[in-house]
T-cell receptor, first 114, second 115 residues
Framework: AQTVTQSQPEMSVQEAETVTLSCTYDTSESDYYLFWYKQPPSRQMILVIRQEAYKQQNATENRFSVNFQKAAKSFSLKISDSQLGDAAMYFCAYSDLTGNQFYFGTGTSLTVIP | EPEVTQTPSHQVTQMGQEVILRCVPISNHLYFYWYRQILGQKVEFLVSFYNNEISEKSEIFDDQFSVERPDGSNFTLKIRSTKLEDSAMYFC?????????????FGDGTRLSIL
């Protein structure tokens, strides 16, 4: 079965600085999707960024970018110029091509220090 | 922007009782999902639903659980004979087309507390 591991339960970053959240996964598939979701306190999960495994180019969305290392099965999220509104729980997730099941990591709680 | 809405936000139920969690997906979405998140643990997939049928379900989704789309707008999760370990946040999600081609839109969740 696919597993997603986030080894950092908590992280903190100074406002305007850069932080990287780690994620590793395990799969026997060659093609799949990877996601980072953000969950602010008591709010819904919001998609931050998505990476398709067959694409070698790392996905970017404004201040958010990923470092996708397919061979190492690593998918880290970099947040540049951190803002107070970035404080949230961040979940890494995996989906196969059918999209019928998503597998989530345990999450990393990010604190942004003013 | 349209949102997935879930009611109630918090449900407290006695152990052994039945509970129905309600979700209103985004109106033009066709695929629906339920997830649960036990406090301090990861979000776990329960079930996906399309065209009035279950598409996929996880090991967690046993005979205690059922889903239904009783009308054109609601998507419900019923838990029969609730147990203490059913206490969790339950999230509904929807997509216009099959994920992962389309990102899942999540609701705010229902916190279920079993006493």
């Amino acid at each position: 079965a696919q597993t997603v591991t986030q080894s950092q339960p908590e992280m903190s970053v100074q406002e305007a600085e850069t932080v990287t959240l780690s994620c590793t996964y395990d799969t026997s598939e060659s093609d799949y999707y990877l996601f980072w979701y953000k969950q602010p306190p008591s709010r819904q999960m919001i998609l931050v960024i998505r990476q398709e495994a067959y694409k070698q180019q790392n996905a970017t969305e404004n201040r958010f970018s990923v470092n996708f290392q397919k061979a190492a099965k690593s998918f880290s999220l970099k947040i540049s110029d951190s803002q107070l509104g970035d404080a949230a729980m961040y979940f890494c997730a995996y989906s196969d091509l059918t999209g019928n099941q998503f597998y989530f990591g345990t999450g990393t709680s990010l604190t942004v220090i003013p | 922007e349209p949102e997935v809405t879930q009611t109630p936000s918090h449900q407290v139920t006695q152990m052994g009782q039945e509970v129905i969690l309600r979700c209103v997906p985004i109106s033009n979405h066709l695929y629906f999902y339920w997830y649960r998140q036990i406090l301090g643990q990861k979000v776990e997939f329960l079930v996906s639903f399309y065209n009035n049928e279950i598409s996929e379900k996880s090991e967690i989704f046993d005979d205690q659980f059922s889903v239904e789309r009783p009308d054109g707008s609601n998507f419900t999760l019923k838990i029969r004979s609730t147990k203490l370990e059913d206490s969790a946040m339950y999230f509904c999600a929807s997509t216009p087309d099959r994920a992962p081609n389309q990102p899942q839109h999540f609701g705010d969740g229902t916190r279920l507390s079993i006493l």
